[in-house]
């Protein structure tokens, strides 16, 4: 089975949290955008902060008409450039505020990856919005069959994440992570239980055993640092 390359992409805190400190939110979308891939992955989560939901009269019609988001100061070209596919990872069926995400700048295709599982009206709002549907697993997302149907069916080769740790913990598990991009701020989380970059679904023999492949102190001595994962 062929599958796309996943990069994994945070900002985080040095004791790994992705909540409970102000980042650069400019730097770590520059960035992120410098590297190479095809689509940007992101957990039901992460998707809900494009806007509100759409109320239960907007469902089933056409959908809220939402103003075009300019690309923010810094960001003009993107428009020009070849965007990369939004892909949210969505068995529950909760994310109805895709013409929020369809106004943002970043991206050109939308694909929702669901299951047997997920909702058969839910399925049918997406058709409804031009979201594309992936349908892999019965019980939540089968990841690794979701990814095998993007790289065959949609050509994506590469995905990076912006997403949270539960996302990235049940790529990590099921051993779907080819490397790790993350901005380390020199900061300790101000958040009690706040979330971490990896939240394993369960435990996993030894460890996950990295490469440093690219290292770089920025000007706030934040440390840029890749690591490619050891198979
Ligand atoms: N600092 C950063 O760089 C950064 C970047 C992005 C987001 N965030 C933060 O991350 C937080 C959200 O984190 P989160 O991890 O809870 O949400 P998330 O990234 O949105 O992940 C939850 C998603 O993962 C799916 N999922 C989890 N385990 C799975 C499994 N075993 N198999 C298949 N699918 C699975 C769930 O699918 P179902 O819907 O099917 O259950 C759900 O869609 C937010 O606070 C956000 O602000 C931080």
Sequence with gaps: MTLPRVTVYNEVTVDGKIEGFSGDGGRYYRRGFGLD??????????????????????????????????????????????????????????????????????????????????PREHVEHLRRRD??????????????????????????????????????GALLAAGLVDELVLLVAPKLSSRHRARSLVELPHGLPGSVDLALTD????????????????R
């Design 215 to 230: 290292l770089e102190r920025l000007e706030d001595d934040t440390l840029w640092l890749r690591y490619e994962v050891r």
């Design 37 to 118: 891939y095809d689509a940007i992955m992101m957990g039901s989560v992460t998707a809900q902060s494009f806007g509100p939901a759409e109320s239960e009269d907007e469902l089933t019609g056409p959908g809220p008409t939402v103003e075009a988001v300019p690309p923010p100061p810094g960001f003009e070209t993107l428009v020009q450039q070849r965007r990369p596919t939004l892909v949210v990872v969505d068995g529950s069926g909760t994310v109805r505020n895709w013409r929020h995400a369809q106004a943002q700048p970043w991206y050109e295709r939308y694909v929702s990856l669901v299951g047997d599982h997920t």
């Design 131 to 168: 979201v594309e549907v992936v349908s892999a697993g019965s019980r939540r997302v089968d990841l690794p069959g979701a990814l095998e149907q993007l790289r065959r069916r949609h050509g994506i080769t590469s995905v990076r994440t912006d997403t949270g740790g539960n996302l990235t």
